[in-house]
Each structure stands twice: as C-alpha cells, then as structure tokens.
C-alpha cells in the first residue's frame, strides 16, 4: 500500500511540475519604443485690418451692404454709395509653426458670436444710429492648409450691413480668426 502510495504520489508531482513548467514556458515578454513629437506653437500675426473703406450713407437712405472680399476688392449694394477707394482693404494674417503638418483655419461664427462696429465717438452705445453690423466673414485660406510650408499668409474679407440711419464718422470693432494643428 505505502509503495501505491509513493507511486500515485509521485505521479501526482510529476504531473503537476510538468504543468506548471508549461505555463511558465508560455510566457513571452516584448518592449515596444514610446515617442512624443512636440510642434511648436502655432503664431497668427494681424498684418492689417479689414477696412471697408468710405462709405457714403444720404439722408433719408434705406441702408444696404459693403463687402470686401478677401482679395481687397469692394462693392456697395441697395442705398449706400462706396466713397473715394484706396483704403479698402481684406484683413491679412501670417501664421507660422512646423512645416508639413495641417493647418486649419475658422473665422469667428457671426451667428453665434455677432460683432457690430460701434462709432468711435459714442463708445458704448445702443442707438442704431452708432452701429454697423458685421454680416459676414470670408475665408481667404478657405478653411486651412492641408500642406502647411510653416509659415502662409492669408486674408479675411466680411461684409457689413447698414439700416441708413448711421451718422459720419469712424467705426470699430474686431473679429476672431483661429488657426490650430490638424
């Protein structure tokens, strides 16, 4: 009995060494490389504003629009007359970073973020008279660059909408251009 015994035993541990050396054969362990690669910073530069130029509302006008579109070239619609040229221009930016990525470019959303130039002389105020709206912008990138050389330049044209009541003077006010890696 005690050699059954021994036997059954052994068999027993022969069995389970036999097991446990196959699991730890069926290990296997491999190291992979990790990398990072840092761009650097995207830069936009406002080389020149967008200007609409002057602009000639009558008395008694029914309003109408100005654009200039993003190669500089102006045109006055409905009651509003486009005065003497040579100050209209599109807004022109640079932007630089690292070369051969994708680069896109957004205007700001004029339906969700609404801009309105305001008379230089009556900051702050709400009288439609001090206002001009903003309507519109023009992509001159149109949307981006897909092979970006590090650095491009690129212009924004919009369009400005007037109700005749505006009184002469300057008006302000700024937009948003974004430019972000892809």
């Keep these: 009995m005690t050699k059954i015994f021994r036997t059954a035993a052994a068999g027993v541990a022969l069995f389970a060494a036999v097991g446990l050396g196959s699991a730890a054969h069926a290990q296997v362990t491999e190291s992979a490389d990790a990398t990072a690669e840092v761009l650097a910073a995207?830069?936009?530069?406002?080389?020149?504003?967008?200007d609409f130029g002057a602009i000639v509302v009558n008395a008694g006008s029914t309003g109408g629009?100005?654009?200039?579109?993003?190669?500089?070239?102006?045109?006055?619609?409905?009651?509003v007359i486009c005065g003497p040229g040579g100050t209209e221009q599109a807004a022109a930016f640079t932007v630089t970073g690292a070369a051969g990525t994708n680069v896109?470019?957004?205007v700001q959303d004029l339906g969700a973020n609404p801009v309105v130039l305001?008379?230089?002389?009556?900051?702050?105020?709400?009288?439609?008279?001090?206002l001009i709206e903003l309507t519109s912008l023009q992509d001159g990138s149109f949307g981006g660059f897909p092979f970006f050389n590090g650095s491009e330049t690129f212009n924004v044209g919009g369009t400005i909408s007037l109700d005749g009541t505006e009184i002469a003077g300057t008006y302000e006010g700024s937009f948003d251009v974004t430019v972000q890696y892809q």
Excluded: K, M, P, Y
């Excluded at 305001?118 to 439609?128: D, E, I, L, Q, R």
């Design 65 to 79: 629009s100005v654009a200039v579109d993003f190669t500089g070239f102006r045109n006055c619609a409905g009651d």
């Design 118 to 130: 305001t008379h230089t002389g009556f900051a702050g105020s709400t009288s439609n008279e001090h």
């Design 104 to 106: 896109s470019v957004s």
């Design 42 to 50: 995207l830069q936009l530069t406002n080389d020149a504003g967008l």
